[in-house]
């Protein structure tokens, strides 16, 4: 079983639409929590962190922990063409970042 | 001024060479990483310095050895490449006892074994 398991989609949704990008996780241990943004080509750069379970909001994004269901999901309102990338949940654990396999979205003008 | 920047941003050689990507940080950070991004995006550590210190060394082939002449810097060099080592490479830092407040990650390296 992987660390961090995460839908690779692709995810395609129109502009303005709500999305939402999710993460499970095996250990129950992990308690930060990080949703990464790389455009094509790019490095992976940090987009939201949270630490424990919760919500955690920035602009048109929220990251939210469940960690009783060891789940984490991010929300984009109000999406623009310009989100259009990938999203790659990570967990810090043992002294390492640990990635989900990302999932690519497209959102469509 | 670029946080973590890494040379060459492409690389393109031959089965067998011996190649060599750098990396260095401006941020201060005392840990440096090296991940590797496969075909289907997917990131995994291969390595990680602390202060010039090997601290972690997942399941990589001996032909891969880091290097890191001080906090700042870390390298990779790679011998005899194979095909399957074509990926994009990325280093990334942070630092180690407030780590989880992210990692900053270069541009990558996107090596193309032929």
């Known amino acids: 079983q992987k660390e961090v398991e995460q839908d690779p989609g692709p995810l395609s949704v129109p502009e303005g639409a709500i999305v939402s990008l999710n993460c499970t996780y095996s250990?129950?241990?992990?308690?930060?929590f990080m949703w990464y943004r790389q455009y094509s080509r790019k490095g992976p750069e940090l987009l939201m962190y949270t630490y424990s379970s919760g919500n955690k909001e920035d602009g048109r994004f929220t990251a939210q922990v469940d960690k009783s269901s060891k789940y984490i999901s991010l929300f984009i309102r109000d999406s623009q063409p310009s989100d259009s990338a990938t999203y790659l949940c990570a967990i810090v654990g043992a002294q390492k970042l640990v990635f989900g396999q990302g999932t690519r979205l497209t959102i469509n003008p | 001024d670029t946080a973590v920047s890494q040379t060459p941003k492409y690389l393109v050689t031959q089965m067998g060479n011996d190649k060599s990507i750098k990396c260095e940080q401006n941020?201060?950070?005392?840990?440096m990483y090296w991940y590797k991004q496969d075909s289907k995006k997917f990131l995994k550590i291969m390595f990680s310095y602390n202060n010039k210190e090997l601290i972690i060394n997942e399941t990589v082939p001996n032909r891969f050895s880091p290097k890191s002449p001080d906090k700042a810097h870390l390298n990779l060099h790679i011998n005899s490449l194979e095909l399957g080592d074509s990926a994009v490479y990325f280093c990334?830092?942070?630092?180690?006892?407030?780590?989880?407040?992210?990692?900053?990650f270069g541009s990558g390296t996107r090596l193309t074994v032929v």
């Open positions: 941020l201060g950070h005392d840990t």
């Open positions: 990334a830092s942070s630092q180690f006892r407030t780590g989880n407040s992210g990692y900053t």
């Open positions: 250990n129950s241990a992990f308690q930060y």
